[in-house]
């Protein structure tokens, strides 16, 4: 019997609103998860090792390696709970409704500890201000299952079409990611040539930390579940170090904008959402986009290139 396919054809619909009391508490869970994933495995160049991975059922670590075997944690969106497996054959699971960060935190290290897995992070948060120590934050509890899973599958929709993004490049590329810090899922091209040191700026993130991850020139494009101050799910779309003629590029598809303030392009995930075609207008976003950076930045025309025919 064929496996029931649980997306629908249309993106869902998504609601800031409604969402963004459950995304504040998982992505503070995340950032427990990803923290873990950090300090478990060896330092990769731009972060690289810290981030988590859109899986068929959640977000991944994907395998941390550890004495002897590996251990992996995955938020499960469709059962919902927080799944510890290791490849000694442990297994430990965490219902996800009714946590706090503290309470989390609490039971997530209590069920590692009897899988025999110590890790010893930095207990707050990084890129967020105020920065509650997770032991201490019973502030952020609130999950809701149906809007986490709605959001989940927008991330596997998007997850498909920065993929087929990602393939259209032949120079250095990260993989497709979501950063626990921002909780943003991005892809991120780089013209391999350094740029000048970044200045920093996000709260608490470490500087060290911000120039070796911009150490190159990068045109970099994401999808972030907004704030209260642009309370909308959004794509966008940026480039460091930033022309000046960068922003005044014409872009697709036409409901893009550029944020002078932000000094990114973006697009409103609803823009897509309610389109006929979600999946080109995202790709024309992307494309034209990185068009810009790439003109002004003068980068190698070569390096985007269409891969048509390599697929079978």
Known sequence: MPLKNITSNTWPVLAFEDLKDTLETVQLWAQIVG?????????????????????????TTGAIPYVGGNFQL??????????ATASNGG??????????????????????????IEAKIYAKPNELDPAI?????????????????????????????????RAEFTGKCSPVHLFW????????????RTAPPHQGGMPNMPLRVMQEAYSHEVSSAGFWGGSVQFPHPAFYSYCYPTPADFGSQTVE?????????MGEYFLLYENAQRSDNPEEMLLQFLRSTYN????????????ACNLTGFEK
């Not at 297994?91 to 025999?116: C, N, P, R, T, W």
């Open 91 to 116: 297994h430990e699971h965490i219902s996800l409704f009714g946590l706090s960060v503290a309470g989390f935190y609490a039971e997530l290290f209590g069920k590692l500890d009897q899988m025999g």
């Open 292 to 303: 810009a950076a790439a003109v002004t930045g003068h980068w190698d025309s070569s390096l």
């Open 35 to 59: 923290k873990i994933r950090l300090v478990k495995t060896p330092w990769i160049n731009h972060s690289w090792h810290v981030t988590l991975y859109v899986s068929s059922r959640g977000l």
């Open 253 to 261: 598809p036409p409901e893009a904008f550029y944020s002078n303030e």
């Open 133 to 165: 120590p997770f032991a201490k934050d019973e502030t952020h509890k609130t999950y809701n299952g149906e809007q986490m899973h709605l959001y989940w599958q927008a991330l596997v929709n998007i997850n498909s079409v920065f993929t087929k993004f």
């Open 181 to 192: 810090g921002a909780f943003d899922l991005v892809v991120t091209r780089f013209s391999g």
């Open 74 to 83: 995955d938020f499960d969106f469709i059962s919902h709970e927080l799944i």
